[in-house]
């Protein structure tokens, strides 16, 4: 196992509210990474951590932000909820070298209704 | 135009086939190509890994990189019904932020 957990791993909320995703590793990374994954357009890079308070966008990121206050955690915020961002949220983490590939998280579930 | 582009499938197959996963891409920086199996309602595990150009073999397992042809395959021998996954394969070029680039993933299905 890449020492990954997330959590929650399911959640189901109502539009308007905020919720956070709490990504947690135990292998001292330095870069961390947040992705959802959708039918037809597989894993999308929300944001992404290369260091303690060391954050940026990623490809789809309006509606998220993120917090690094710790090199093991790594924080996903939707500040208000709504129904397109129902989805699974992976956390990956990556070794610090050229090429490095990814380690993924088992997913959190939102269901925002 | 995708940087990568995936078939989706479904592909369905009978135990003991030989399948065969497909990409193609368009950025000729890409030196790094990897392949993941994701299980439902899991995340996405790696499988191989290939640097630049070549064949890649672990165990039942076969990775390719036609750098020319801008092409990397990933071929099961002897597939079984735990094989039965989605396959994503992934990219990276040696520059800037080294963004992992997927694929959308292909489902493989494999009947006893």
């Known amino acids: 196992d890449a020492g990954i957990t997330q959590s929650p791993r399911h959640k189901v909320t109502e539009t308007g509210t905020p919720v956070t995703l709490r990504c947690h590793q135990t292998e001292n990374h330095r870069y961390m990474y947040w992705y959802r994954q959708d039918p037809g357009h597989g894993l999308r890079l929300i944001h992404y951590s290369y260091g303690v308070k060391d954050t940026d966008k990623g490809e789809v990121s309006d509606g998220y932000s993120v917090s690094r206050s710790k090199t093991e955690d790594f924080l996903l915020t939707l500040e208000s909820a709504t129904s397109s961002q129902t989805s699974v949220y992976f956390c990956?983490?990556?070794?610090?070298?050229?090429?490095?590939?990814?380690?993924f998280g088992e997913g959190s579930r939102l269901t925002v209704l | 135009q995708k940087e990568v582009e995936q078939d989706p499938g479904p592909l369905s197959v009978p135990e003991g086939a030989i399948v065969s996963l497909n990409c193609t891409y368009s950025?000729?920086?890409?030196?790094?190509f990897m392949w993941y199996r994701q299980y439902s309602r899991k995340g996405p595990e790696l499988l191989m890994y290939?640097?630049?150009?070549g064949n890649k073999e672990d165990g039942r397992f076969t990775a390719q990189v036609d750098k020319s042809s801008k092409y990397i395959s990933l071929f099961i021998r002897d597939s079984q019904p735990s094989d039965s996954a989605t396959y994503l394969c992934?990219?990276?070029?040696?520059?800037?932020?080294?963004?992992?680039?997927f694929g959308t993933g292909t489902r493989l299905l494999v009947s006893p």
């Open positions: 992934a990219m990276s070029a040696p520059t800037g932020f080294q963004k992992l680039v």
């Open positions: 990956a983490i990556r070794p610090d070298r050229v090429g490095g590939e990814l380690f």
């Open positions: 290939t640097y630049s150009s």
């Open positions: 950025n000729s920086a890409f030196q790094y």
